[in-house]
């Protein structure tokens, strides 16, 4: 029974975890497989992608600071795209690029696009010609490439020409000139012992602002909230465990008093009784994993698509270890009992 | 009497026991509190403009698969959407995220804000204003009741950058916020100038829905059915669709709906099972009380009075954790509310005292007799 309440927990951990990994990576994998040290937006955009806007002059500036090696501009478009033979609008992110992020080759011939995998998932193939936006741009799909998708929606990269035709076609109220482009990638050391941000900020007069990628993708709309906020639930999930397996554990050393009284009156250590209920609890917590893990992944398989639930093998291990942790920690509860059990009473007290 | 100094004597005596359960059970339901408070204050957060807008259809580029932030809408299709029959007025809506600079405690302080553009005297006017009144002219807003200390109060100026427009509040409204940011109704032409400032290559600037207003003798869902048959390329949603089609917020509540289900689950199971393992331990103890006399009903009486004090305990502990942690999310505009936390310490009281019967039964089958053999003790 202990076991079933703390399998219901395990599934409670990992499908919290699930969510939070899912929110994450579904928006920020088009930001993570980007090559370069920094990402510059405009000073004023608020690091927000699609407020950002960065034009030659500046792109310039950038190109001739000191300690920078390679610039490229990159910027994103989200719409929803016709896939043949599907009567359901696919969420795509149009993405435009110079530097190839993780996976993605070369920047393709116009109007043609590398295509994220989970879009599969929404019925494009490769070579289909998707159907972009109110003005049904074309993109023929020529590839796939896992984990690049941007606010949860499946990225399509295409090169930069490409990009601001579907934005200016779709998105007239966003239209851009052929020389300018949300954001800049850039690779580089930085110099006089100043980081690349500093420099590339300097250089341009502070007309932007620039993050190191990990900073970006915390910039993310909702990315950090997110995090503190599941983080915080899933801890606190932790707790009860912890607070379940003492109690359970306590409850069932009170029942044992009088056994583990005859065992030490036969010559058994508290330290080699305690560690046969923390191996107690190191089996009940591995089931209970076990039981949980299979819950969680049937949840995951029966719960509609659109719920953001990515179970990886790393939540799977840092659940474990959380539950092998607690379940420890709670049986040490009883450590006190066990210790205190006097041979003569608890014979006296079992017979 | 009895049932109660019995509970009582055997909770005084075993406090950890009972101090780590009723623990357990303050935490999961502190979890469930905050959970559903987030829950409530995420929805709303995300869609409080589009729910209190005047218009009571909502017409979306059907490729926007009903997102403000991909939807815009052509001229042609705008005209004709007026004509369709059922609507008494069409007018446009525009949503867009800017960056604005707002004055905090005397210091200019940048924040994203979400500019809800609107024909004045038209659909999509913010309908739950507090305080102050509606825009009546360009470069005024109507601000949320929750932004207020942010530089969002009546008479705040606000700047919309970069070195655009300044705006000026005059008046506020409850619950409009949108993606969990602030909102600024404002008129139409301020709302243009605004994506012109941050956009100078923009080639036009479209709504991004239009607001109907229905005419007397039709239904907001007659309306949209007929424009969706009639206009190509546009979806129509009542403004009751809209909210709960908006991206984001049915994944919200599948999600959390699953996340409660379990903790609703889990708190019962703990308390259940508790109480059972409780009962087999002093199961001597008693067959003897029934075999001197003890009714049943007493022992059970006493379980029940341990059921009610653990989850009323538990439930203290979790309102006390609760309102701490909500300080933690004003952020999403929630507060301390008594009556759900009451109604889901009912519920988990509920479902314990269901879950409890186990024990209960394990009471009724003692048999007084056995006391007499010693056989009371073989559980």
Known sequence: ?351 | MMPMFLALTEMRRAKVRFGLLAGAVGLLVFLILFQQALLSGLVNQFIGAIKNQSGQVLVFNEQARRNLDGSIILAPQQAAIAEVEGVEASAPLGQATFTVTAVVNDNDKEIDAVLFGYVIGQPGAPTSLIEGRLVEAADEAVASEKDRDAGFDIGDVVTVEPDGARITIVGVARDINYSVQPVLFVDFDTFEAAKRTRNPDAEAILPSVIAIKVATGSSAAEVAQRINEQVDGVEALTRQEAVDGSPGVSSVRTSFTVILGLFYLVVPLVTGLFFLIVTFQKASALTLLRAIGAPARSLVWSLLVQVVIVMTVGSLIAFGLYSVAIQGVSNLGVRVEVMPAVVTSLVVLALALLTSMVAVRRVLRLDPLLATTGAGVAL
């Open chain 1, 1 to 351: 029974m202990a076991t079933v309440v703390l399998s219901f927990l395990a599934t409670l951990l990992l499908f919290l975890g699930g969510l939070l990994d899912g929110l994450y990576l579904g928006s920020t994998g088009a930001i993570r497989a980007q090559r370069g040290d920094v990402i510059v937006f405009s000073n004023g955009a608020r690091d927000s992608f699609l407020r950002s806007r960065i034009t030659a002059e500046v792109r310039a500036a950038v190109q001739s600071a000191e300690g920078v090696d390679d610039v490229g501009g990159l910027g994103f478009v989200l719409l929803g795209a016709q896939v043949p033979t599907k009567t359901e609008l696919a969420d795509v992110t149009v993405a435009g690029y110079e530097l190839p992020p993780k996976g993605v080759p070369q920047p393709p011939k116009d109007n043609q696009g590398t295509a994220d995998s989970s879009l599969k998932d929404q019925g494009v193939g490769f070579g289909d010609t998707i159907l972009v936006g109110p003005a049904e741009s074309p993109i023929t799909i020529i590839g796939f490439v896992d984990d690049t998708n941007f606010l949860q929606q499946g990225a399509v990269w295409v090169n930069l020409p490409t990009w601001r035709a579907v934005q200016n076609a779709n998105r007239p109220d966003s239209a851009v000139a052929d020389d300018v482009v949300q954001t800049l990638v850039v690779k580089g050391t930085g110099s006089g012992g100043r980081t690349l941000s500093e420099v590339v900020d300097t250089a341009t007069a502070d007309a932007t602002s620039t993050l190191t990628i990990d900073d970006a993708v915390l910039a993310l709309p909702g990315v950090k909230q997110q995090g503190q906020t599941f983080d915080q639930i899933i801890y606190s999930t932790f707790v009860v465990v912890l607070a379940v397996v003492g109690l359970f554990f306590s409850l069932l050393t009170i029942e044992r008093i009088g056994l583990y009284g005859v065992l030490k009156a036969v010559g058994a250590s508290t330290s080699r009784l305690f560690a046969g209920v923390v191996m107690q609890a190191v089996i009940v917590a591995t089931i209970a994993f076990l039981a949980g893990s299979l819950l969680a992944i049937g949840a995951a398989m029966a719960l509609p698509a659109k719920v953001p639930l990515q179970l990886i093998p790393s939540r799977f291990i840092f659940t474990f270890a959380g539950l092998l942790l607690a379940a420890v920690l709670g049986s040490a509860i009883s450590l006190r009992r066990v210790t205190r059990v006097d041979p003569a009473s608890a014979i006296g007290n079992a017979s």
